[in-house]
């Protein structure tokens, strides 16, 4: 069986996250969506809320499971038994920081290997940063975030006071 883990912060989700996830659960018959801690942003959603939001978002995905980690990566992967992991590139930024990362999980476990898929061009310039200065600045999220999500994404945003 080939498995494969999908990690980020998801904080908030787009579909620019979506369309890698509905991809990547075509190409593998089991697919983990890992909503992971990431140490140099400060969250929008708790993890737990986020795992919500993923599983409303993927529950037309048989094969897709949301969990949440506090682990390495590396380890959470090798006890899922994964084969690989995916990752999405957008530009030159992402790719300085996805070959580090490939490097680093590479160096730890040569047998997990990481996938990069491309966005579909409707999403190469959606990033959760993105999305939150759209609210703060008072634009329209509603083609960027799935639907049942914009009001609650534009609340916290505006709660947090980004
Ligand atoms: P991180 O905080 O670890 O960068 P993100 O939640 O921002 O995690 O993203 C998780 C993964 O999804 C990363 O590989 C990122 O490059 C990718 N990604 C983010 N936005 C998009 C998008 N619009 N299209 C394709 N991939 C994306």
Avoid: C, W
């Avoid at 390495?72 to 530009?91: D, P, S, V």
């Amino acid at each position: 069986m080939k498995i494969a883990i999908y990690p980020g912060s998801f904080d908030p989700i787009s579909n620019g996250h979506l369309d890698i996830i509905e991809r990547a659960a075509r190409l593998f018959d089991k697919l983990y969506v890992v909503v992971s801690i990431n140490i140099s942003k400060s969250p929008l959603f708790t993890p737990e809320e986020r795992v919500e939001m993923m599983k409303s978002v993927t529950k037309h995905l048989d094969n897709v499971i949301v969990e949440q980690t506090n682990e390495l990566l590396i380890k959470y992967a090798e006890n899922k038994n994964a084969n690989a992991i995916i990752r999405g590139l957008r530009n030159f930024i992402d790719y300085q920081s996805e070959m580090t990362l490939f490097s680093f999980n590479r160096h730890i476990n040569k047998d997990i290997e990481t996938i990069i898929l491309f966005p579909s061009s409707d999403n190469l310039f959606l990033s959760s940063t993105s999305i939150k200065e759209l609210v703060v600045f008072g634009g329209e999220i509603d083609d960027y975030v799935p639907k049942h999500l914009v009001e609650k994404i534009k609340e916290r945003i505006k709660a947090k006071k980004l």
